[in-house]
């Protein structure tokens, strides 16, 4: 009989900041997880891409820079005022499972394809 245990991974998230050279510029050139969003008319906030990468600082730089080459967050980010929030994770395996566990709930737009990792049980805020 094989009973599987549900491996809880706490996260430290940060706050919601905006999206800007400025704020990016102060973050730990460190892994983790990551995830965008926009406010909308209805003042709620949608997050758009889920992500993860082993420098968040160069990562989300190359957001703000349009250095990447996903066309719907270059639109998002060009056309709305948007946020991030994120959460050091030094473990690449771990950083796909969060990646993957942030897709399911979030279903962001902007991710093109299913993120390699598995649903885990971590916090989402």
């Known amino acids: 009989h094989y009973t599987r245990y549900m491996f809880k991974l706490p996260l430290n998230w940060s706050k919601l900041q905006l ?3 400025e704020n990016i510029d102060i973050l ?3 892994g983790g997880v990551y995830r965008l ?3 909308s008319a209805d003042e709620n906030i949608y997050v758009f891409y889920v992500g993860e990468a082993s420098s968040l600082r160069t990562t989300l730089n190359d957001i703000v820079n349009k250095n990447l080459n ?3 967050v270059k639109t998002f980010t060009t056309n709305l005022k948007c946020y991030f929030k994120y959460a050091l ?4 395996s771990q950083r796909n499972d969060c990646v993957r566990t942030l897709y399911s ?3 962001p737009k902007c991710n093109i394809k299913l993120p390699e990792g598995n649903i885990i ?3 989402i805020n």
């Open 19 to 21: 999206l800007t050279k």
């Open 28 to 30: 730990p050139a460190e």
């Open 37 to 39: 969003s926009y406010q």
């Open 70 to 72: 996903n066309e719907c």
């Open 89 to 92: 994770l030094s473990d690449a």
């Open 105 to 107: 709930h979030f279903a």
């Open 121 to 123: 049980e971590i916090n």
